[in-house]
């Protein structure tokens, strides 16, 4: 009878040391169904993060920047988001340096750097706005907007602003905006993204000119 009661023991062990072994195999790095790390975003150069809290504060924050041979050369483009709306796969802080992504922002600023500093090329807060005027002809003032961007190899950003929330009734435009290489700013396109327009003195102004792209 000992034999037999030291037999079941054995026999007991053995399972537990399989079983242990069974799920230290399992949770190997190796193993199919272990999870793997994430990869983390990029992180933006400090100078990068320092130009864009420059403009808007603690709370301003670069989306993407570059530098552009054919388009006034180093450049960032920041933000500040629209309250609640946070990176998400669509649009991550400091992601898709090359492909098109969105996020909802109530201002936009692409900055450019000029000898010894930078200076801005573009604004965008109620309205879309550059030096020398407004570039939209919404009639309503914007609390927030729908933007996408993409940055192209050598030609700047490219962008489209749609308002959020707009007035019950209005007319809803997306305007696109892209450098101009004429006037070395930012201005906004034409329906067929051929012309650039001329800036407005006042938004939603009637007059407009357009000039070659």
């Given at each position: 009878?000992?034999?037999?009661?030291?037999?079941?023991?054995l026999?007991?062990?053995?399972?537990?040391?399989?079983?242990?072994?069974?799920?230290?195999?399992?949770?190997?790095?190796?193993?199919?169904?272990?999870?793997?790390?994430?990869?983390?975003?990029?992180?933006?150069?400090d100078?990068?993060?320092?130009?864009?809290?420059?403009?808007?504060?603690?709370?301003?924050?670069?989306?993407?920047?570059?530098?552009?041979?054919?388009?006034?050369?180093?450049?960032?483009?920041?933000?500040?988001?629209?309250a609640?709306?946070?990176?998400?796969?669509?649009?991550?802080?400091?992601?898709?340096?090359?492909?098109?992504?969105?996020?909802?922002?109530?201002?936009?600023?692409?900055?450019?750097?000029?000898g010894?500093?930078?200076?801005?090329?573009?604004?965008?807060?109620?309205?879309?706005?550059?030096?020398?005027?407004?570039?939209?002809?919404?009639?309503?003032?914007?609390?927030?907007?729908?933007?996408?961007?993409?940055?192209?190899?050598?030609?700047?950003?490219?962008?489209?602003?749609?308002?959020?929330?707009?007035?019950?009734?209005?007319?809803l435009?997306?305007?696109?905006?892209?450098?101009?290489?004429?006037?070395?700013?930012?201005?906004?396109?034409d329906?067929?993204?051929?012309?650039?327009?001329?800036?407005?003195?006042?938004?939603?102004?009637?007059?407009?000119?357009?000039?070659?792209?």
């Amino acid at each position: 009878m000992p034999s037999q009661h030291r037999s079941d023991r054995l026999l007991a062990v053995a399972a537990i040391v399989a079983a242990a072994l069974a799920a230290a195999c399992s949770s190997t790095p190796n193993s199919p169904s272990a999870a793997q790390p994430s990869q983390a975003a990029p992180a933006m150069p400090d100078e990068v993060v320092s130009v864009a809290q420059s403009v808007f504060g603690p709370e301003g924050e670069p989306l993407a920047y570059g530098d552009f041979s054919a388009a006034g050369g180093r450049q960032v483009l920041a933000a500040n988001r629209l309250a609640g709306s946070a990176p998400g796969a669509n649009a991550p802080a400091g992601a898709s340096q090359n492909s098109e992504t969105t996020a909802d922002v109530t201002r936009v600023s692409i900055l450019v750097h000029e000898g010894t500093s930078w200076k801005e090329a573009f604004h965008a807060d109620e309205h879309l706005k550059n030096r020398r005027g407004y570039l939209d002809r919404i009639r309503f003032p914007v609390s927030g907007w729908r933007m996408s961007y993409q940055k192209t190899p050598d030609s700047g950003f490219r962008l489209e602003f749609t308002p959020l929330n707009p007035p019950p009734g209005s007319k809803l435009e997306t305007v696109r905006v892209a450098w101009n290489p004429k006037r070395k700013e930012y201005d906004s396109l034409d329906a067929s993204g051929t012309r650039f327009l001329e800036p407005l003195a006042t938004p939603g102004g009637a007059s407009v000119r357009a000039s070659e792209k």
